[in-house]
């Protein structure tokens, strides 16, 4: 793995316009990089990340497979009693859910570690499945970069391929919260994978979701809400008023249900202690678990439950070394065992695997300036060159 420097093309403010992105003449695209591009092997991007994130995805539905005797883990997760059944009854039915992010620190030289999996509300999607291919085509055209690179981005295609296969009858609503512009963005662009499915869209704000006399969701023209992708965290939906028509309204929900396990980083400990010792897993335990003083002094405190790397604490040599504002952590925590990100002259990059129904699809790099990914990072493209 190697952070190569590259020349910006020369036409990016037109192909920015073209894909709905904001153009500044000092920074180009905001919070997208293309001064530089990482190269992989072929084999480290199949054996190093892909191969990994099909095991751990295979290790999230045993554990899933184990919640349904053990109610223990909805409850170690902080996920409220009234909802352990509905989420229990998702995985049991196996409802089916469409995309997610496996997060690895990968050097290249060693397994990946996985530091969490945005299971459930994962942004960057466009960049990830299309701007970044883009830039893949048009630097290869401009003599940027070697013509024999290629890139792992098969996530639009498997994302159509999953909306067909799903059996969705009638009307997709979508919904997010409409004042977040990552979410509109990845919301729409979701709806331009579902119409090319052939399906038929309605997308609405989260607030603008009625309920009707029968406890059915109703979106603003009256209509039954029959299946639903919301880019909206379960746990949030959990908390509101709104939650408690969940099992009335016989919604299909996208991301389902069951994605409230995965999507906690509480799944961290838990496959810890189910499958300790694989080389893809970090050490990790729920803070307070007396095991945690088998962690050395170096560890990373998280919340339960947060976005864009809020409420991170990184501690080194028993003293804190970093540490990210925000307003979660009120769950409780996990601390997990400090790797660090490898460092390319003052960047840090993490490494996303993308999962699309349960596949591993493509790769994407967030780029920060410290060792916390957080809303700030830049998208950075990849190249695969032999």
């Given at each position: 793995?190697h952070r190569i420097?590259?020349?910006r093309?020369p036409?990016?403010?037109e192909t920015?316009r ?6 500044r ?8 990089d ?5 190269r ?7 054996g190093d990340?892909?191969r990994?994130?099909?095991?751990i995805?295979a290790?999230?539905?045993q554990l899933?497979?184990q919640?349904?005797a053990?109610e223990?883990?909805y409850q170690?997760?902080?996920?409220p009693?009234?909802y352990w ?5 998702s995985?049991r ?8 992010r496996l997060d ?8 990946a570690?996985?530091l969490?999996?945005n ?10 499945a ?12 401009g003599?940027?970069?070697p013509?024999?690179s290629?890139q ?7 994302l159509?391929?999953a909306?067909q ?5 009638g009307?997709l609503?979508?919904?997010?919260l ?11 662009y979701l709806?331009?994978?579902a119409?090319?499915a052939?399906?038929?869209?309605a997308?609405?704000a989260?607030r603008?979701?009625g ?11 009256d ?16 908390a509101?008023?709104f939650g408690r028509y969940?099992?009335?309204s016989?919604v299909h ?6 994605k409230?396990?995965?999507?906690n980083?509480?799944?961290?400990p838990l496959?810890w202690?189910?499958f300790q010792g694989?080389p893809?897993l ?7 678990d007396s ?6 002094d170096?560890y ?11 409420n991170?604490?990184?501690?080194r ?6 540490r990210s504002d925000?307003?979660y952590?009120?769950?409780g925590h996990?601390?997990?065992a ?7 002259n003052g960047?840090?990059p993490?490494v996303?695997?993308?999962?699309v ?15 916390i ?5 830049n ?6 060159l032999?």
């Amino acid at each position: 793995m190697h952070r190569i420097p590259v020349t910006r093309r020369p036409g990016l403010e037109e192909t920015a316009r073209e894909h709905g992105y904001e153009f500044r003449a000092d920074v180009g695209v905001p919070y997208w990089d293309e001064t530089a591009y990482y190269r992989f092997t072929l084999r480290q991007i199949e054996g190093d990340l892909e191969r990994p994130a099909e095991e751990i995805e295979a290790m999230c539905f045993q554990l899933l497979d184990q919640s349904l005797a053990d109610e223990r883990v909805y409850q170690r997760l902080c996920i409220p009693e009234a909802y352990w059944d509905y989420v229990a009854d998702s995985w049991r039915n196996r409802d089916r859910d469409l995309y997610g992010r496996l997060d690895f620190s990968c050097d290249g030289t060693g397994p990946a570690k996985l530091l969490e999996y945005n299971a459930d509300t994962p942004t960057t999607l466009y960049e990830a499945a299309v701007f970044q291919w883009v830039w893949l085509e048009d630097a290869k055209a401009g003599g940027l970069i070697p013509q024999s690179s290629d890139q792992a981005a098969e996530i639009h295609e498997h994302l159509v391929e999953a909306f067909q296969r799903m059996g969705i009858e009638g009307l997709l609503h979508l919904a997010c919260l409409s004042d977040m512009e990552d979410d509109r963005e990845t919301v729409k662009y979701l709806e331009e994978c579902a119409h090319e499915a052939g399906l038929e869209t309605a997308c609405l704000a989260m607030r603008d979701i009625g309920i009707n006399a029968a406890g059915r969701f109703t979106d603003l023209e009256d209509r039954v809400v029959a299946t639903l992708f919301k880019l909206y965290p379960w746990e949030w939906i959990m908390a509101e008023e709104f939650g408690r028509y969940l099992v009335t309204s016989g919604v299909h929900f996208l991301e389902p249900p069951w994605k409230a396990v995965l999507s906690n980083k509480g799944l961290l400990p838990l496959l810890w202690e189910k499958f300790q010792g694989h080389p893809n897993l970090l050490p990790a335990f729920f803070e307070g678990d007396s095991k945690a003083a088998d962690l050395p002094d170096s560890y990373v405190r998280k919340p339960l439950l947060s976005r864009q790397g809020a409420n991170i604490e990184i501690v080194r040599s028993g003293k804190t070394s970093s540490r990210s504002d925000g307003t979660y952590g009120a769950e409780g925590h996990i601390v997990q065992a400090f790797h660090p990100l490898p460092e390319f002259n003052g960047k840090f990059p993490v490494v996303g695997c993308w999962m699309v129904a349960g596949r591993p699809v493509g790769i994407s790099i967030r780029e920060s300036q410290t060792l916390i990914t957080d809303g700030d990072a830049n998208f950075v493209p990849h190249v695969i060159l032999d």
